[in-house]
């Protein structure tokens, strides 16, 4: 039985969930799609030198932490492919909190020693405080550079630090390793993000960040940075969610300015810092950890060829 599965398994025993019909479904249904995220607390126990049953509850409770933040971020988004477009905001306002909850009831259910499941379960009741105020933070929208940075070390970058150290803790790891590994977590979270600030702003059609006048990381750059295309791009940028000629424009001048570039940068200096980190940690098989650190990066590379084609044509994607 594979992860995934073994996941599925563990959610249908915790007690109020295993009654719970939508809540069953829903797990099932995002567990199937087989997020690549929910892998994180088996490779983290994996490089501590556990083995996959040891795994088991910190993917299990990722995954309900997956789901309960994301049914939440729909509806602060206004996303038309949330799921409480089909069940209804309070509904599905409700089954967040229940997934919150049955998230710590995996941990506190699973193997292991009691002071490991105590330390396991306080890095996820912080993750989950740290992610609601970055939540809140996000919807007011940061206007500058340190205000945008502060909502991603909120926002993103606690979950895939508590997805690390929790799966170190149950695999073994010393509390100095875990914490390690839940630092290089908040750093790749935060490599995430700058990715999907990428994604987001140089697709066809405008994505939501264009269509309700938010800033990711390349639009901020381009509207509060002193360029020579800056005015235009301001004007363009009150266009382009209804304009795919003002959002391919917009978005070549996103290249040409630098805040693609940029982008990128901060993406390397991540990176660098992560391994540095890595570096210093006790793990028994630190070079899982690399590679999730490889394929992180990796798309820099892309993005620099898709740069190439975006300079010679109307933008594709990223």
């Not at 039985?1 to 995002?30: K, T, V």
């Not at 199937?32 to 892998?39: G, V, Y």
């Not at 991603?152 to 790891?173: D, E, M, N, R, Y």
């Not at 994505?207 to 006048?213: A, I």
């Amino acid at each position: 039985m594979g992860i995934y599965e073994q996941a599925i398994h563990c959610f249908s025993d915790i007690p109020g969930a295993n009654a719970w019909e939508e809540m069953q479904a829903l797990f099932q249904r995002i567990a199937s799609a087989r997020p690549h995220h929910w892998l994180l607390p088996e490779q983290a126990c994996e490089a501590a030198g556990g083995i996959l049953e040891q795994a088991v509850p910190a993917v299990t409770a990722l995954g309900c932490a997956h789901i309960s933040i994301i049914l939440v971020d729909d509806m602060l988004d206004s996303d038309l492919r949330g799921e409480y477009r089909q069940i209804g905001a309070p509904a599905a306002a409700n089954l967040a909190c229940a997934f919150q909850s049955a998230g710590l009831e995996a941990i506190f259910q699973g193997g292991g020693e009691p002071d490991s499941r105590s330390l396991a379960a306080a890095s996820f009741n912080r993750m989950f405080l740290m992610t609601a105020l970055g939540q809140s933070l996000d919807v007011q929208c940061p206007g500058d550079e340190d205000a945008y940075w502060r909502m991603v070390q909120a926002k993103s970058a606690p979950f895939f630090g508590a997805a690390l150290q929790i799966g170190a803790i149950l695999g073994g790891a010393s509390r100095e390793a875990a914490a390690k590994l839940e630092k290089i977590g908040r750093t790749y979270g935060e490599m995430i993000q700058i990715h999907d600030d990428l994604s987001d702003t140089l697709t066809l059609p405008a994505g939501p960040d264009w269509l309700q006048g938010r800033s990711p990381l390349p639009i901020l750059f381009a509207r509060v940075v002193d360029h020579p295309e800056r005015s235009r791009f301001l004007e363009l940028f009150r266009e382009a969610g209804e304009d795919e000629d003002a959002l391919c424009e917009a978005q070549e001048i996103l290249i040409r300015c630098g805040a693609v570039s940029y982008c990128a940068d901060q993406l390397l200096r991540r990176d660098k810092a992560a391994r540095k980190i890595l570096r210093s940690a006790e793990l028994v098989c630190p070079g899982v950890i690399e590679n999730l650190l490889d394929k992180v990066i990796a798309p820099v590379w892309k993005l620099f060829d898709a740069i190439g084609d975006l300079s010679r044509d109307s933008p594709k994607g990223y």
